[in-house]
Each structure stands twice: as structure tokens, then as C-alpha cells.
């Protein structure tokens, strides 16, 4: 299974050709995501909770221009402390690999490689998206169009509330990608866990996730699902004092001239200080909350 550019451990490896259930993970989260220690910690969280519901975790990341699916306790360290790590997306790939650069994975570049590697399945925080001013600005995530046209499954707390809710539910819509909410009608919006605005579908147990992804690509019909999965409802905030804190980051990042891919990491950070902490934590149990049920859907989906 390996290649030239691709580098899958043993395990991963075996899970896969032997179809047993694989849950992938990101590393943006370690590199741009979160501070240390607390960014080794939850990485390590994430996998242990995938392993002890069953499944196999596959973390990925580039190193030295080539697609790691597994990394050793030393790559994660090094991949959590190094200042000089790209925030590596699709269009940033063929750059990457070519100049051998070490890159963490954002959403739509660790689809990109799990699909590389066989696996279905992946757990992240909240999926990017629309941002907001885009009418003007034409930001717009690289994950939407990665879940439009990659098979993969991604469990997550909706998109960040930092972007604009609507106009991603109407992208999504536009480029043919079922919303499904888990144990919810209404769209999660990462930190809280309504939005106001309703999922395509709502599903109550893993069966029904695996069955829907059956359906799509058993038939032909090619590219991802974004299965959303509210944060833990002990750990939810107050959606008055998140949205005070995302409109002043906003302002903040505006007063910067922060653009492109630094905004995202700004936002969270300033968030998190606007917050005293309190969205970091948020932010830990929902990542957790996810692994678990990628887990789970993971078991349902290679069981049928």
C-alpha cells in the first residue's frame, strides 16, 4: 500500500486491507490549533479514545514532503513544538511534497490522504467554511469543495462559529453534500450546540450513518458527508458570551489585517484569551466527543 510519496504503518496498513474500522485524524490542531502542551495532549487523547472504543486511529501528517497515515510519539512532539509548519491544504500539496517540507494536515488535505490510504472515516473539531464578508472577500474554505468531491466521512461540531453559518449550509447544499446531524435536527455551531438553521437529515445511531454512506458510494455517487455531532452538552457555552468574544476576535483580526489562512488560528487564539480559556476546553471535549463517534460509526460501517 505504501508509495514513493505515501508512508502507512503496519497497523494502519493491516486494518485497512483487512477491513477492520480505521478513524483518521487531523494535525492542524497540533501544529496551528491549539498551545503546548495542551495540543500533544489532546492528540493523544484522541487517539486513545478512538482505540478504546474499538478502532484503529490514524493520524496523519507530511513530513519531509511525504503523507505520514500513523506517526510515532517523537513525529507528534515535533509536530506540536516546530515553528515551521505549514499549514498545508490542497492547493499547498505539489509545493509540499516537491520541496520536502513538514506540513500539518488541515480538513480537506487529511480527507485527501486518508482516501489516499483506504480509510472512510475521519474525527475533527469543526469543519472550515464560508467566512464571514465573503460577498466581498471570497474566502471561502478548501474543506467544502474537499467534501464535495473526496469519500470521506467527517464527524465534527459543525463549522467554527467564527464563519458565516448560512452561507456555508448554502454552499454545502450547492455542491451536493448531505448535512446529517446526530442526534440532532439543528446544525451544531462548534462551541454551542444549536444555530438556528435545520440538517438535511437527522440520524440516531451509527447503523444509520454506515447505511447512508453505503448508499452514496456503493452507487457511484462520489464525495463526502459531513455528519455533525453537537458538543457535550456539560461542556457548551454560553452562546451570548461566544458570539461577544467572535465579534470582537473579528474586529481584532480586522484591526490586524489578518487575511488568508492566518485568520482561522487568530480567531481561535484570541477567542480562547477573550474566553480566559474557557473555548479551549470546549473545544477538547468536542474533539473527544467526535473521535468517539467516528469510532462508532467506523464499527458500523466495515460491520455491513
Known amino acids: ?45 484522541l487517539e486513545d479514545t478512538i482505540r478504546e472504543a474499538g478502532a484503529v486511529p490514524a493520524t496523519i501528517a507530511i513530513l519531509d514532503g511525504k503523507i505520514h497515515v500513523g506517526i510515532s510519539d517523537q513525529q507528534l512532539e515535533f509536530l506540536g513544538t516546530s515553528k515551521d509548519i505549514v499549514k498545508a491544504s490542497r492547493r499547498d500539496l505539489p509545493a509540499v511534497f516537491a520541496q520536502k517540507l513538514h506540513a500539518a494536515t488541515t480538513v480537506a488535505t487529511t480527507m485527501i490522504c486518508a482516501d489516499m490510504a483506504g480509510i472512510r472515516i475521519f474525527a475533527t473539531g469543526g469543519v472550515g467554511g464560508v467566512h464571514r464578508g465573503a460577498q466581498q472577500s471570497f474566502d471561502i474554505s478548501a474543506d467544502l469543495q474537499e467534501l464535495a468531491r473526496t469519500d470521506v466521512a467527517v464527524i465534527s461540531a459543525g463549522s467554527k462559529s467564527i464563519l458565516d453559518l448560512t452561507l456555508t449550509m448554502e454552499y454545502l447544499e450547492t455542491m451536493g453534500v448531505p448535512v446529517l446531524g446526530y442526534r440532532t435536527d439543528e446544525l451544531p455551531a462548534f462551541y454551542t450546540r444549536t444555530s438556528g438553521l435545520q440538517v438535511d437529515y437527522r440520524i440516531d445511531t451509527p447503523q444509520e450513518a454506515a447505511a447512508i454512506l453505503h448508499a452514496k458510494w456503493d452507487n457511484g455517487l462520489h464525495g463526502g458527508v459531513m455528519i455533525t455531532n453537537p458538543i457535550p452538552e456539560a461542556f457548551a457555552m454560553d452562546k451570548q458570551v461566544i458570539d461577544a468574544a467572535i465579534e470582537q476576535a473579528l474586529a481584532d483580526a480586522a484591526d490586524a489585517h489578518i487575511e488568508g489562512k ?15 480559556g474557557d473555548s479551549l476546553a ?14 462508532e460509526i467506523a464499527q458500523a460501517y466495515w460491520r455491513d
Open 262 to 276: 492566518r485568520v482561522t488560528p487568530f480567531l481561535l487564539d484570541r477567542v480562547k484569551e477573550l474566553t480566559s
Open 1 to 45: 500500500m505504501n508509495t514513493p510519496i505515501l508512508i502507512i504503518t503496519d497497523e494502519i496498513a493491516q486494518a485497512v486491507s483487512e477491513g477492520r474500522p480505521v478513524v483518521a485524524l487531523e494535525t492542524t490542531i497540533v501544529s496551528h490549533g491549539m498551545p503546548y502542551p495542551q495540543n500533544i495532549e489532546t492528540a493523544r487523547l
Open 282 to 295: 470546549a473545544n477538547i471535549a468536542l474533539v473527544q466527543h467526535n473521535a468517539l463517534t467516528a469510532a
